[in-house]
């Protein structure tokens, strides 16, 4: 017993500290990023496998059994600090980049050298890591206190009860009509409007303007977003309804965006939809507001490779540096492909449809090229836009123009097929959650630039209403017109508004003035 007791305080630490990356990330992130909880157990078996591993390997080291899981729990202790360590040493130059595989394995053979000199577990008489063991003991608590208290204060939630009444009250009044139109509604992930794009990333897109034209689907020349965070354009948009109730019930000061993720869930449009006749179709993106939606009848959301949390965790730690592509970039842009090719899989089914698609694109990270080849920085993958962006400016602009340019090709492609196929008119709807942000900064409106994030791209074609909508129309009004000239709701326009809020203050909005957000550079 002695000898379990031993052996099993030797190897905890080296588990603990795999373990840690991921405790830390969901630590940090519980309750603003809805995270799955089977990623997380996926990514804890993954990061406790290479704790087994490195013990396994301890084994073959001819020192004291303490001495060596000593030893390795320094050296993972140190893997786990990578990138802060790395930020540190790589301070005043670029001498030290964490992001290419001879760095992070010459950081590993550094951190193995530095911890048998600390350990010694080659003496006699090793030096012992207790300090070590308490050190991980309290990063554990640190990490864990967060979703603890957070989970505490959320005991009295009342939002779940605001977003079952405002359903309620939307769906109240609804006469339903024979769908006679199929319905495409594609949220084109931070698609910024044409003029912007035009003068900001000299993107000239008037042969995409034209060609939509031609086929009956409108831009909107002065379109802005309602919010300028995808979580809270699409909870806002899917349920044609501003956000203040939901605010007013969480809390201006709240960072939980469970509540945002529960209203794309179970939304207002979809539902309405289904109960209008038409078989729903959600075509999601690899991101987490739109992995899946239960409000669909199918949801197309195969997943290829590592997820947001798993590639943050492994981000976190020397093994981001790993040719992972193959479960990140390449899964990535695979499902960005794939998205778009599930449109044209979708459309020749049988039955009146409501096809709902969020393409995780033009957003960074940038993956394709104008013609659809393969893009790759070389850092881990990282899907953090505005000033999380790793890269600078001019790769931002390069790689922002090439994957419009893509969409473009492919969504004029998709439309013509769309218009040409026999059959009614489709109702078309595309528009960007939010525009680009080369010039965001999540925590300042005054240091971001508004024009930029607001203004987005928004096309419609609406059959048997040839005046269109007005021009500076948002998503949310758009999706009423939508809701109430072809699902029989009675959903009145509302006034036009953008607000911004930052990351850490989502629900509290700031309102982008018109003027703001044409006028200024
Ligand atoms: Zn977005």
Redesign the pocket.
Known sequence: MPRLRASLAAHLPAFGFAAYPTVFLVGANAGIVPIDAGAVAQSLAVALGAAALLVLAAGLMPWQRDARLGWLSLVVLFCVLYQPIMAVAGLGGRLFTPDTASAAAAFVLVIAVIAGAVVRPWASRPRSTLAVNAALAALFVASASGPLTRAIAAGGKRWPSVVEAQLARALADQSAPTPAHDIYYFVL??FGRPDVLQSQYGLDLSEFVNGLAGKGVRVAASAQSNYA??YL?LASTLNMTYLDDLAGVVGADARDRRPLRHLIDRNTLMTAARRAGYRVYSIGSDYGATQTIAAADVCICQRHGFDELQSNVLALTPLGSLPLARWTYDAHRSKIVEGLDAVDQVRTLPGRKFVFVHVLAP?PPFVLNADGGAVQASRPFDIGDGDDFRGDKGEYIQGYRGQVRYLARRLLGLVERLTEQAGPAPVIVMHG??GPGSGLHWNSASASDLRERMAIFAAYAFPGEPAGLAPGITPINAARFLARRYLGLNMAPLEDVSYFSTKDNPYRFIQVAAAEATARR
């Open positions: 992930d931070g965070q995808t354009s957003h959650d939010h």
